[in-house]
C-alpha cells in the first residue's frame, strides 16, 4: 500500500500540457476512483486497465485506488492515459519500481490483452513535453515514427504493459525500431496540364505569391478545379515551424499517416459540398475536433461547386478567415485551432451550366441572380481575386507551344514571397495578411493618383472599406511578381478589375 505518480499529456486543440498521473492505494474494499475532471473515455479505463494488468501477468492491488489527475482543474479527454494510470496504480500497490521513468512522460492507450495502442495527437504531446523540459517520451510503437519528429527529446517505444513492466524491473528493454526512409512523396501537379486559361492561371499566381483568396466563376470544362488542385504546388514548401503546426493537427485529427514524415507541402482540403458546419470549422461532442479550414492550414481550402453549400456553412467560414483561426466554445469549455488558409471558390454562373458558357445560358435573369446570390456579399467581400473564365478553345487544346510548368511559376512565386517578407518585416509573411494600419504608413503609403482607381470605386459604392486594402494589398503582390519596389496606377487598375470580375 503506498503513493506513486508518473506523468503524461493533455490535449487541448494542438496545445499540450503534463500531468500527473498520481495514484493512491490503501487499505479498504476494492475499487478504483479516477478523479481530475475526466472525459467519458478516461473514467471507462477502471475496467480496460485492470484486464490489462491481469492479462500481463501483473498483480491488481486488491484495495482501495484512488488515481487523481493533476492539475485538478483541466479536463482530460481520450484513452492516452490508460498506460500511465497502469504504471501508477502498479507503482502504488505492487511496489513496482519506476525510478527508470523519472523525466518521462507515458502515451497509449491499452487493449484488455495488455497490448499498447496507438492513440492520435502524440505529435503535440511530445512537442509539449519536450518544451516543458522532459528528455524522455514512451510512446505506443504505432505512434513512434511521428513522435520522433519532434527534436531534442528521446523517444523509445513499447508494444505492450508487460514490457514496461520488464523495463522496469530490468527485464526487458524498451523498443527502438531503426527508422524506416520515407516514402517518396507524389510529384505535384503541373500547371502546364492547364490549356487556354491566362485569366485563371494569372489568378493563381497572385494567390500564391500574395496568399490571396481566389473565386473562379466558369461553365463546366474551364479549368477551375484543375487550377484549383495546382495552387499546393506553386506554394512555397513548409518552413519547420509551419510543418510541425500542420502535422499536428493532422495528428490530432487521426488523418496522419503512419510512418509518414513532416508535412512539407501545403495541404489541400476540398470537403464535398453536403459538409455540415461541424465539418468544416471544427466540432463535434466533447472534445471539439479540427474541421476542413484548420486541416488546411498553411495550405489551400477549396470548395467546389460553392454555390451548392449551406448558406450556414459558408457563412461559417468569415471569422476564421478573418482571424486565421477557429474558436469553438463549448460546455466544457473553448478549444482553438489554427485557420490560416487561403479560400478557393469554384462556382458554375448557373443552375443549367452550359459548357458553351453565359452565352448558351438557358436560365431565366432572376434564376441566375438567386444562384448567384448563394455567395453572399460580406463572404465574397473577403475574397481578393474574382475572376470570369471563358471556356476553352479548341484551338488552346491542338496548340505546340509549350505552357509555363509549375516549375518556372513558382519561382516567380518565391522571388516575389523573398520581396514581401523583406519589406513587411516581422508585421507580416505576405501581402495577404499586411495590416491596413501598416499599408497607410507613411513609408508604404500610395500616392492618391496611383489609389485613384480604387478611391472612384469607393465613392461609387463599388467598393467596401475593406475591399479597399485588400486591392491594395494584391497591388503590392502585382508589383513583387513584375520586380518593381512599388505599385503603379496599372498595378492597382489590375486588382480591382480582378476584384470587380471585369478582367480580360
Request: aromatic share 2%; glycine share 10%; with cysteine.
Amino acid at each position: 500500500m503506498g503513493y506513486a505518480k508518473v506523468r503524461s499529456v493533455a490535449l487541448h486543440g494542438v496545445a499540450g500540457e503534463v500531468i500527473v498521473v498520481e495514484a493512491d492505494v490503501a487499505p479498504g474494499l476494492p475499487s478504483l476512483v479516477v478523479s481530475g475532471l475526466p472525459d467519458a473515455a478516461l473514467s471507462e479505463a477502471r475496467d480496460r486497465v485492470r484486464a490489462a494488468v491481469h492479462n500481463s501477468g501483473a498483480h491488481w492491488p486488491q484495495a482501495r485506488i484512488t488515481v487523481n489527475l493533476l492539475p485538478a482543474h483541466v479536463r482530460k479527454h481520450g484513452s492516452g492515459f490508460d498506460a500511465a494510470v497502469a504504471i501508477a496504480v502498479l507503482a502504488a500497490g505492487a511496489d513496482l519500481p519506476i525510478a527508470r521513468l523519472m523525466n518521462t512522460v507515458i502515451l497509449g492507450e491499452l487493449g484488455l490483452d495488455g497490448t499498447v495502442r496507438p492513440v492520435r495527437g502524440v505529435l503535440p504531446a511530445v512537442l509539449a513535453a519536450s518544451r516543458a523540459g522532459y528528455r524522455f517520451a514512451l510512446v505506443p510503437l504505432g505512434n513512434i515514427s511521428e513522435a520522433r519528429l519532434v527534436p531534442d527529446i528521446d523517444v523509445r517505444a513499447t508494444d505492450s504493459l508487460g514490457r514496461i513492466i520488464g523495463y522496469l524491473h530490468e527485464t526487458e528493454n524498451l523498443l527502438d525500431p531503426v527508422a524506416e526512409p520515407l516514402p517518396p512523396q507524389a510529384p505535384a501537379l503541373d500547371l502546364a496540364d492547364v490549356l487556354g486559361q491566362e485569366r485563371g492561371r494569372r489568378a493563381i499566381e497572385l494567390a500564391a505569391a500574395g496568399r490571396h483568396h481566389v473565386a473562379m466563376f466558369g461553365p463546366p470544362g474551364a479549368g477551375k478545379t484543375m487550377l484549383a488542385a495546382r495552387l499546393p504546388g506553386v506554394l512555397p514548401p513548409l518552413n519547420d515551424q509551419e510543418a510541425i503546426e500542420v502535422t499536428a493537427l493532422h495528428s490530432v485529427a487521426g488523418a496522419l499517416m503512419p510512418g509518414s514524415g513532416l508535412i512539407r507541402r501545403a495541404p489541400l482540403q476540398a470537403p464535398h459540398h453536403t459538409a455540415s458546419v461541424a465539418s468544416l470549422v471544427g466540432g463535434g461532442s466533447g472534445l471539439a475536433k479540427p474541421g476542413a479550414i484548420s486541416l488546411a492550414h498553411n495550405g489551400v481550402l477549396f470548395l467546389d461547386e460553392c454555390a451548392e453549400f449551406a448558406s450556414g456553412a459558408l457563412e461559417a467560414l468569415r471569422q476564421p478567415l478573418e482571424e486565421g483561426e477557429v474558436r469553438l466554445r463549448r460546455a466544457q469549455g473553448e478549444t482553438v485551432y489554427p485557420a490560416r488558409t487561403q479560400l478557393v471558390l469554384a462556382a458554375n454562373p448557373c443552375p443549367c451550366a452550359k459548357p458553351g458558357g453565359k452565352h448558351m445560358c438557358e436560365c431565366p435573369s432572376i434564376v441566375r441572380r438567386r444562384y448567384q446570390a448563394r455567395l453572399s456579399g460580406p463572404l465574397m467581400d473577403r475574397v481578393d481575386l474574382q475572376v470570369d473564365l471563358d471556356p476553352v478553345r479548341s484551338a488552346a487544346l491542338v496548340a505546340t507551344e509549350p505552357v509555363e510548368p509549375t516549375a518556372v511559376v513558382a519561382g516567380r512565386v518565391l522571388r516575389a514571397r523573398a520581396a514581401a517578407i523583406e519589406r513587411w518585416g516581422p508585421h507580416a509573411a505576405s501581402n495577404g495578411e499586411v495590416p491596413g494600419t501598416l499599408l497607410r504608413h507613411h513609408r508604404f503609403r500610395l500616392p492618391r493618383p496611383v489609389v485613384r482607381p480604387l478611391t472612384d470605386a469607393m465613392d461609387r459604392g463599388r467598393l467596401s472599406a475593406r475591399g479597399f486594402d485588400r486591392a491594395i494589398r494584391v497591388a503590392w503582390t502585382v508589383a513583387d511578381l513584375e520586380g518593381r519596389e512599388r505599385p503603379d496606377v496599372g498595378d492597382v487598375r489590375e486588382a480591382l478589375e480582378l476584384r470587380s470580375r471585369t478582367a480580360r
